[in-house]
């Protein structure tokens, strides 16, 4: 079993939100940060945003802020992305990435030990 499990992918129409879900319950404890990172094709793979265990530690890139959402529910060992008014070129594989550790350094997928399988998201009339 996948150490982290993602779910929520799919076709939206530009305008239109999605919610991603990942599962950390294959975790032992929620002493870990976590991150989002997506990949479109012919580039690399780059963050999204990032949490750590606690409430005010987010990070967001330039290109989703004020759009997206992180949230996580560490009693449940989940976390979240909310994503409004999507645009054409927020399609992409989303991978939910995890750390051991109530903090991160960088919103970077050098940083992030445990990945999840990616979930496809397309937007498009």
């Known amino acids: 079993q996948l150490p982290l499990v993602e779910s929520g992918g799919g076709l939206v129409q530009p305008g239109g939100s999605l919610r991603l879900s990942c599962s950390a319950s294959g975790f032992a404890s929620d002493h870990y940060a976590i991150g989002w990172f997506r990949q479109s094709s012919g580039t690399k793979r780059e963050g999204v945003s990032c949490?750590?265990?606690?409430?005010?530690?987010?990070d967001y890139a330039d290109s989703v802020k004020g759009r997206f959402t992180i949230s996580r529910d560490n009693g449940n060992k989940m976390t979240y992305l909310q994503m409004n008014n999507l645009k054409p070129e927020d399609s992409g594989v989303y991978y939910c990435?995890?750390?051991?550790?109530?903090?991160?350094?960088?919103?970077?997928?050098?940083?992030?030990?445990?990945w999840g399988q990616g979930t496809q998201v397309n937007v498009s009339l």
């Open positions: 990435a995890a750390k051991w550790g109530s903090v991160y350094r960088n919103c970077d997928v050098n940083d992030f030990h445990f």
């Open positions: 949490m750590g265990k606690d409430v005010g530690s987010e």
